[in-house]
């Protein structure tokens, strides 16, 4: 797919003759997270299959549906699911969303993950706040010929999560009584897991919790003046001195456990926002 303004509008057009209308808030709901769509009220869900342009989601954790439907006073949008650098897809791909999601008038982005934690005061199934990331990714979502009409070519990263958001985040999980952490995400291309020593070096570089998912999304979010705010839910644990091996089914256990509070925390956020 050659990105354009008009793929995009043609798979706007589509989603609003699916009754897709105007949303303020989109939220991405990472590996083993899918409770937020239980806080949509009046949902319209599309698979992502039926989606012109769309990619087909092929983590086997991953629904791939678009949910649309309102929470408090606010039209929002959900992504059961996201698209990763290791299934095969461009970052063009990995982001088209994030464009659609703008032009039916998105302004605020929230995204979930799991991560594993390689700051070992970290536990499995912790909020971690996202703060700051690092990209190690091998392809950047803005690279290739600059089209204007879909913004800047140099966008400046000085801060891709913002500041109000997280203010408003930390004080709604501090009402609700939910232990929150702040940290410093990776990205990584995966979707193998990390040797030990790849662990001390992620470590050494600032990380706190690694993933491979996210800063694709928050990239172009900031190209586009969509204002972010992400968590992490903590589901291994990657102390380099006792290493054990990868359980998927323990990390869909963990972040399913630590997903309601989380959904209970966005959906504060997107009511206060009323």
């Known amino acids: 797919m050659k990105l354009s303004h008009?793929?995009?509008?043609?798979?706007?057009?589509?989603?609003?003759?699916?009754?897709?209308?105007?949303?303020?808030?989109?939220?991405?709901m990472g590996t083993g997270l899918g409770e937020m769509v239980h806080k949509i009220d009046n949902p319209i869900t599309i698979p992502f299959a039926k989606i012109p342009n769309f990619p087909e989601a092929t983590v086997e954790f991953h629904k791939g549906n678009l949910v649309y439907g309102q929470i408090g006073e606010l039209k929002v949008i959900a992504l059961q699911g996201r698209f990763h650098y290791y299934e095969g897809y461009t970052m063009?791909?990995?982001?088209?969303?994030?464009?659609?999601?703008?032009?039916?008038?998105?302004?605020?982005?929230?995204?979930?993950?799991?991560a594993g934690a390689m700051n070992l005061s970290y536990k499995k199934g912790d909020l971690v706040l996202i703060e700051d990331h690092i990209n190690l990714l091998p392809d950047n979502p803005l690279r290739g010929i600059n089209d204007p009409a879909l913004g800047q070519r140099f966008v400046d990263m000085s801060e891709p999560y913002d500041n109000v958001?997280?203010?408003?985040?930390?004080?709604?999980?501090?009402?609700?009584?939910?232990?929150?952490?702040?940290?410093?995400?990776i990205a990584v291309m995966g979707p193998n897991l990390e040797t030990k020593a790849e662990y001390r070096w992620l470590r050494s570089m600032g990380a706190d919790m690694v993933g491979m998912s996210t800063v694709p999304e928050v990239i172009v979010a900031n190209q586009i003046g969509i204002k972010c705010a992400a968590v992490s839910v903590i589901t291994d644990e990657c102390d380099p001195n006792n290493l054990k091996p990868i359980n998927i089914p323990e990390i869909i256990e963990v972040a399913g456990r630590s997903d309601k509070l989380l959904s209970n925390i966005f959906t504060a956020l997107i009511k206060d926002m009323e």
């Open 92 to 114: 063009q791909q990995i982001t088209f969303p994030i464009r659609v999601m703008k032009e039916l008038g998105v302004r605020y982005l929230l995204l979930s993950n799991a």
């Open 165 to 185: 958001l997280i203010q408003q985040i930390e004080q709604n999980a501090v009402s609700q009584n939910v232990p929150l952490k702040k940290g410093i995400y």
């Open 6 to 28: 008009e793929i995009i509008a043609q798979t706007t057009s589509f989603l609003r003759e699916y009754g897709v209308n105007e949303a303020t808030v989109a939220i991405i």
